[in-house]
């Protein structure tokens, strides 16, 4: 169980790290079906170790200037504020309806990353110099970049950064994952980042929210393994480590059309587990 629980913590880190909210997607369901953990439980946990995986590759990527800290900040704050209504929310829902709306979530996402990516064309097989460069001209963003490569963050572009992050946050305290599966596209639909720069950004989110998550979890009295969230978090960071230097070498869009493909599935699985 604690070579599984270190495996299985790698697995989440890897993810988390090429994609900024694969490990909040599948810490859950790998936690349920592969260690037998209540989904309750399960979700604090997750809670946990996605934080403090993320803190981890938050650290290196702003040590490589990836991160928009402001807009990151502002989304994190409203995230945080709201994060304890999601789990106060989720205690009153059965786990069976967690499970059916966490993949319902999963599937509208990832269908519109999908779109994207496959909108990308050529594009997706060209890795990126400068990762930090891959900012996207769009003129349906709502944020956009000045000539001297600063994120103008005027009244509309802060209020959409924080409209989005009160949603992330109540979602992310509901099904117990850090929220960067809703973060990354939310980031690159409201603002002109690339996916490596909303990456490293969401990174900095999903430690700020899971960390307001994981402590609403506590005062709420759940039990929480800490024993199986120190073993999640010594393999998260292992494989963090492995996903933040893979992800040099992978351009953008490839890595959208991927991380789309593996909620679809993840989220298939769970379906068909909760109502076989």
């Known amino acids: ?39 309750q439980a399960a979700v604090a946990v997750s809670l946990g170790a996605v934080a403090f995986t993320a803190a981890f590759g938050a650290a290196e990527s702003y040590w ?31 786990e069976a309806t967690i499970t059916a709306l966490f993949a319902g979530v999963m599937i509208l996402v990832a269908t519109r990353m999908f779109r994207s990516a496959r909108r990308a ?9 400068r ?3 891959d900012a996207h001209d769009d003129p349906g963003t709502v944020c956009h ?7 103008r963050l005027n009244a509309p572009c802060s209020a959409a950064l924080v409209a989005v992050g009160v949603l992330v946050g109540v979602l992310s305290g509901f099904f117990g994952v850090g929220g960067g599966f809703l973060i990354v596209p939310a980031l690159i639909m409201i603002t002109e980042m690339g996916i490596h720069r909303a990456v490293a950004t969401s990174l900095l989110v999903i ?13 709420s009295g759940r039990d929480i393994d800490w024993a199986l969230t120190g073993l999640f978090i010594l393999g998260g960071v292992m494989g963090m480590i492995g996903g933040r230097t893979l992800s040099r070498y992978i351009a953008g869009p490839s890595l ?3 991380f789309s493909i593996a909620m679809l599935l993840t989220a298939g699985y769970m379906i068909l587990k909760t109502y076989s």
Do not use: C, N
């Open 64 to 94: 490589r200037g990836l991160i928009e800290l402001r807009a990151g900040l502002i989304f994190a704050v409203a995230g945080v504020a709201t994060a304890p209504v999601g789990v106060y929310l989720g205690d009153l829902v059965d």
């Open 1 to 39: 169980m604690s070579a599984m629980s270190v495996i299985f913590g790698i697995l989440v880190g890897l993810a988390l790290g090429l994609t900024g909210g694969g490990g909040s997607i599948f810490a859950v369901p790998l936690l349920v079906y592969g260690l037998g953990e209540p989904a």
């Open 131 to 133: 990762p930090a460069a």
């Open 207 to 219: 430690t700020l929210i899971g960390l307001s998550g994981l402590t609403s979890a506590v005062f």
């Open 256 to 258: 959208q059309l991927a």
């Open 145 to 151: 970049y000045s000539r001297d490569g600063q994120l």
């Open 121 to 129: 064309g050529d594009d997706s097989k060209v890795v990126r110099a």
